[in-house]
Nanobody, 119 residues
Framework: VQLQASGGGLVQAGGSLRLSCAAS????????MGWFRQAPGKEREFVAA????????YYADSVKGRFTISRDNAKNTVYLQMNSLKPEDTAVYYC?????????????WGQGTHVTVSS
């Protein structure tokens, strides 16, 4: 599976962005998918995840109520809708495919898309 993230950019605090992650390969629908982010000088952190069917979603406390993860298996794409953005959301955002055999392991990473939130 190859992952291509897009949709990042510069936005003012309080604004919105929608990130997309397009996947190649016929096995996309078998993977739970996640979004992670890495701010300058910080470690990569979990943001959100969605089960293979889309029936279950999970969020970091810092984004709960502001971000929404979704997927369209027919389009091999996972989305992250980000609302009420804050300067502390500034980071490189990565999509990831979670191993079907081990939920704690990432099998594939996308290349990252930059999000900058100005105050």
């Amino acid at each position: 599976v190859q992952l291509q993230a897009s949709g990042g950019g510069l936005v003012q605090a309080g604004g919105s962005l929608r990130l997309s992650c397009a996947a190649s390969g016929r096995t996309f629908s078998s993977y739970a998918m996640g979004w992670f982010r890495q701010a300058p000088g910080k470690e990569r952190e979990f943001v959100a995840a969605i089960s293979w069917s889309g029936g279950s979603t999970y969020y970091a406390d810092s984004v709960k109520g502001r971000f929404t993860i979704s997927r369209d298996n027919a389009k091999n794409t996972v989305y992250l809708q980000m609302n009420s953005l804050k300067p502390e959301d500034t980071a490189v955002y990565y999509c990831a495919a979670v191993s079907p055999d081990d939920g704690s392991r990432i099998d594939y990473w996308g290349q990252g898309t930059h999000v900058t939130v100005s105050s």
